[in-house]
């Protein structure tokens, strides 16, 4: 997911700072290997080796906490998760490589709420029903009173969870996920917190008709400010709302009535069309704030995960025209490494893995099976070159490590699942009615 506004917040809990690095590409780098089996990875294998070398953790019953405005520790409840809980490490090995912020050793034990539904979505498309719902037991335990879900929290004794740093993102990844969870297991005993955290999510639609981004911010290294509203409407958000959706529909076709759901994300989709398009870049903007749009090119939202989204609406050829665009558009070179940056104008100059791997699957599903494998085959190269899991990028830059993550390393198992066992399952929902 982009760092839009900033989007990862320091971990405060450690006083240390994921926004914070040694200078652009400074410190260690993977090469991209010419000769050797790296140069040209077995695709296969190293999907295979990715999916199996992610790290999950037992969650148990901690004390949990929150910091508040004055910089103190919030005791929260009791998650109630006693036992058969877990999550994916989102940085499990943060030491493998040098070059980084000492600081950043301390996010060994810490989980992202975007990694979990990350996570219960690759193993309910590998048909481990069982895991997703350890992982879903956690998620659930961790909903807050009105529905919505913090951005991070700590496997281990620490118990720090910033519960009151929520994005709208997030909240509609672990939706979505807890949606097609039901909808694969037709078990509804999380039926509950998925209309909770739907319900949260459609209050966070503003008077233009676009969801804005949640609440709670960092001042700086230690003060939290919970009182902060969000109102900014990103781009990425929108996109994981309108699945968020339409994944609710199919796995709650009575609540997805009650609250009119498929007109609701009919809606957005018109909205986003009308206040987030540039028609002159030809591209979407990063977001919206006031009246205004924000320009700048966000790659996910710019172009790869929008022009997944512009297939979900039924405009393959404006799909592809997009990703045209924007891939063309933040085209850069890393240590021999031809990948994308995250954005057009702004640092960090540094390949954005994850946000990269939606170009292979956009191209599989418009057909284009040859460039879709020697797309993902760069994947398999850093995997083989850098080993697994997957390093968030090959250079230490400013909010995008130089660390093995489980974000990148299960988007590229999904995204290897489809084109290589036709195994169809992120984001393949669709509009239900034709592009004009």
């Known amino acids: 997911m982009s760092c839009f506004y900033t989007y ?11 926004t914070v690095w040694l200078c652009g590409c400074g410190g260690a780098l993977i090469e991209r290997p010419t000769s050797g089996v790296c140069a040209r990875a077995p695709l296969r294998q190293w999907a295979d080796k990715a999916a199996y070398s992610l790290t999950f953790s037992a969650f148990h019953a ?3 906490y929150d910091q508040d405005g004055d910089g103190k520790a919030l005791a929260l409840p009791e998650h109630g998760c006693a036992q058969g809980c877990q999550a994916v490490l989102s940085y499990p090995d943060p030491q493998r490589f040098s070059g980084g912020d000492p600081a950043f050793s301390r996010m060994s034990g810490r989980s992202f709420t975007y990694d979990n539904a990350l996570a219960v979505l690759w193993r309910t498309e590998q048909g481990d029903l069982a895991g997703a719902e350890a992982i879903l037991r956690t998620l659930v335990a961790l909903q807050r009173p009105n529905g919505a879900w913090g951005f991070s929290f700590s496997t281990g004794n620490d118990g720090f969870y910033n519960a009151g740093y929520v994005r709208t993102g997030a909240v509609a990844w672990v939706v979505y996920a807890l949606a097609r969870w039901q909808t694969a297991s037709l078990d509804k005993r999380f039926a509950e917190p998925l209309a909770r955290g739907i319900r949260w999510i459609l209050a966070e639609r503003n008077a233009s008709g676009l969801y804005d981004a949640g609440y709670g911010r960092w001042r700086n290294d230690t003060q939290f400010d919970p009182d902060f509203v969000a109102q900014f ?13 339409m994944a609710t529909v199919q796995a709650a076709p009575q609540l997805a009535a009650d609250l009119e759901l498929p007109q609701r994300a009919e809606a957005l989709a018109a909205t986003m069309k009308r206040l987030l398009w540039m028609d002159q870049q030809h591209r979407f903007a990063q977001g919206f704030q006031g009246e205004s749009q924000d320009s700048h090119s966000a790659l996910d939202a710019a172009g790869t995960w929008a022009a997944l989204w512009l297939w979900s609406q039924r405009n393959p050829e404006l799909a592809a025209d997009i990703l045209r665009t924007v891939t063309s558009q933040h085209a850069v070179s890393i240590g021999d490494w031809r990948g994308l940056r995250p954005y057009l104008t702004q640092e960090p100059l540094t390949w954005f893995v994850e946000g990269s791997l939606a170009e292979p699957l956009l191209l599989s599903r418009l057909g284009r099976a040859q460039q879709a494998h020697e797309s993902l085959q760069q994947f398999a190269d850093l995997a083989c070159a850098g080993q697994v899991p997957l390093v968030y990028s090959p250079v230490w830059a400013d909010d995008f490590p130089l660390s093995p993550a489980a974000a990148p390393t299960l988007w590229f198992a999904l995204v290897a699942s489809e084109l290589l066992e036709g195994k169809s399952f992120l984001w393949t929902e669709t509009a239900t009615s034709a592009r004009p």
């Open 8 to 18: 990862f917040p320091p971990l405060v809990g450690y006083l240390c700072v994921i």
């Open 62 to 64: 901690v004390h949990l």
């Open 233 to 245: 409407a990103a781009t990425e958000h929108q996109i994981d709302v309108w699945y968020a959706l």
